[in-house]
């Protein structure tokens, strides 16, 4: 860097658009070209240098204000003569190491951060399973996140496969290994992919080192730790702004997910003196996958724990009590009432609960979800239909329709469905079905969805949402 201060643009689809970020302390992009500088790290200075800029016509006015901006995966669809930015109401950010932003507020609480079109180094501990193969797989493809290292104990020194921004080898990292790697400041996002009840040493590493990285864990491990820095992330159904404020995250269970999303608009028409039941059907993959496995060549491979010729073709049950995920959504749900007692220190109805049986099935990935759930009163299926629609109103990931959910409407889809739901003849009990890709929106997509809130990048970038319906009329 031979000067003290420096500004350039470049186009937004510049194949070399790595180099620039690379050399850059701020940058954004608006109308097809990114501005990138280095040197300054207030807002207004760089508002007062561009204005500067275009008084002596070396400028175009496109680029004031500073922010909002399209996000980067948007860019070259924008239609000729469209404006270079989003409507939405955002939060404009200086693409910075600070993230300095200003809020502008939102009524749906959602889509409103600012996309910075800085790139964000991603570290992915425990890459060997199915989720996380899915998580390298949306990252490849993403705007301004990139995939810098994965750690597998299994895999150490062999190459990662289906990442094709640039070669990623497997590491082996140690706790102490990532405690040195915060203090150097080489990643920006920590996604830990290991088993329930491992991932305590990383996090403990990072913690004592208060970097400024964030961390998405996908285990069960934190998913109960709201009050000691951790926030619940499902972003459909609690607080957005708190997700990106939060640097430490638990990504939702992938039943758990689903059992929320279908109670969730319910909450209020629920018979209080008896629980809804959810019974859940999870492809294989949800299982998990076995330790040590080798192909025919004695490489590393990935075996799931369940096949279909183990299950014989069948469904079988699994856990069928007290589930962590029966747990998990009941304990989250419970802060959703509007009537909640004070317990603690939090706002919970702590009398909720919830009766939930798995089962795994003889396909790869995708979950069907059966509720049944007494009500106080007595109801129309439409009238509960609508309940979904309103509760749902804008949300690109959630679809709601007409009939019964299945298998081949959410398996290899990032969003969540529901319909087929129908009344007991009584008027007080309704039957719902809903479904999602375990591995996508019950894993990686959700991390995916809270990795871009806590890094101020818009929610959906990387994830496909365009021609996702929203609700269906017909019959």
């Known amino acids: 860097k031979d000067h003290r201060k420096l500004f350039w643009t470049a186009r937004a689809d510049d194949e070399n658009r790595a180099w620039h970020f690379e050399r ?39 680029y004031l204000p500073v922010g909002p901006s399209p996000p980067p995966h ?51 501990i425990g890459a060997r399973g199915f989720t996380g193969q899915a998580l390298v797989s949306l990252l490849n493809t993403h705007p301004s996140l990139n995939l810098t290292h994965v750690s597998s104990r299994e895999l ?48 403990d590493a990072l913690d004592s080192v208060q970097g400024k990285s964030v961390v998405v864990d996908l285990s069960a491990d934190y998913r109960f730790e709201g009050e000691g820095g951790w926030t619940y992330g499902l972003p459909e159904l609690y607080s957005r702004e708190k997700i990106r404020q939060s640097k430490r995250i638990s990504n939702p269970g992938c039943y758990a997910t689903s059992t929320q999303l279908i109670l969730a608009p319910l909450l209020p028409y629920l018979d209080p003196t008896a629980s809804p039941t959810v019974f859940g059907m999870s492809g294989y993959s949800g299982a998990g996958t076995k330790a040590g496995q080798v192909d025919a060549e004695g490489r590393p491979t990935t075996v799931p724990k369940v096949t279909p010729q183990s299950l014989g073709g069948g469904v079988k049950a699994y856990s069928v009590t007290d589930h962590i995920h029966e747990r998990e959504a009941a304990f989250h749900l ?19 609960g919830l009766a939930f049986t798995p089962n795994v099935a003889p396909w790869f990935s995708g979950i069907i979800s059966v509720c049944s759930a007494p009500l106080k009163d007595k109801m129309r299926a439409s009238e509960i239909k609508s309940l979904y629609e309103h509760k749902y109103d804008g949300e690109p990931l959630v679809s709601v329709q007409n009939e019964v959910v299945e ?22 009990r309704v039957v719902i079905t809903a479904g999602l890709d ?33 609700t269906e009329d017909g019959a």
């Open 74 to 124: 948007r860019v070259s669809a924008a239609p000729a003569g469209a404006r270079g930015y989003h409507t939405s109401a955002r939060r404009p950010s200086l693409a910075s190491g600070s993230q300095a932003g200003i809020h502008t507020g939102s009524s749906r609480g959602y889509a409103t951060a600012a996309p910075t079109s800085e790139q964000k180094r991603v570290a992915l």
């Open 438 to 470: 375990n591995l996508l929106k019950g894993a990686a997509t959700q991390c995916l969805q809270n990795l871009n809130l806590t890094l101020g990048l818009d929610e959906f970038a990387g994830i496909p949402v365009e021609g996702h319906d929203h």
């Open 407 to 428: 298998l081949d409407q959410v398996e290899g889809k990032h969003g969540w469905r529901v319909g087929g739901i129908q009344v007991h003849s009584s008027g007080k």
């Open 334 to 352: 419970s802060h959703l009432f509007p009537d909640s007692k004070r317990v603690g220190d939090a706002n919970r109805n702590p009398d909720f």
């Open 156 to 203: 150490a020194g062999s190459q990662l496969q289906g990442y094709t921004k640039k070669p990623v080898t497997y590491s082996n990292l140690s706790p102490d290994d990532i405690k040195k790697m915060e203090e150097n400041g080489e990643v920006d996002a920590w996604v830990m992919a290991l088993p329930n009840g491992v991932c305590k040493p990383f996090v």
């Open 24 to 62: 850059a302390d701020g940058s954004f992009t608006r109308a097809g070209r990114s501005l990138f500088w280095y040197g300054i790290q207030d807002v207004k200075e760089v508002e007062a240098v561009i204005k500067g800029f275009e008084s002596n016509k070396r400028l175009e006015r496109a």
